[in-house]
């Protein structure tokens, strides 16, 4: 069983910066894309960033030139540096990982960790 867990999260003001990581352990082979997700309440859950195995990035243009998405696969890790925060990006914020468990060459998977909550100060 793969476990996901994020960290990072907390209050921050309106323009300030936060960093999450989340840190993936487990039967893992392998990781495929790393990815980031939040979801405010009554909204859809929404992706904000991509990270691919070869470190292409991607973002939606609600944060596209504030946040930054990498990741370090010798920690199984993904961070996500979040700078000019307003109080829209207030969320729970979500990793997701595809890994690949199991031996030989396994199967893949998604796995998701519970969240961090992110407040922006009005």
């Known amino acids: 069983q793969v476990q996901l867990m994020e960290s990072g999260g907390g209050l921050v003001q309106p323009g300030g910066s936060l960093r999450l990581s989340c840190a993936a352990s487990g039967s893992i082979t392998s990781i495929g894309p790393m990815y980031w997700y939040r979801q405010a309440p009554g909204k859809e859950r929404e992706q904000v960033a991509v990270?691919?195995?070869?470190?292409?990035?991607r973002y939606p243009d609600s944060v596209k030139d504030r946040f930054t998405i990498s990741r370090d696969d010798y920690s199984n890790t993904v961070y996500l540096q979040m700078t000019r925060l307003n109080p829209e990006d207030t969320a729970v914020y979500y990793c997701s990982m595809r890994c690949r468990t199991g031996k030989g060459w396994g199967v893949w998977s998604d796995f998701w960790g519970l969240g961090t909550q992110v407040t922006v100060s009005s």
């Open positions: 990270i691919t195995s070869d470190a292409v990035t």
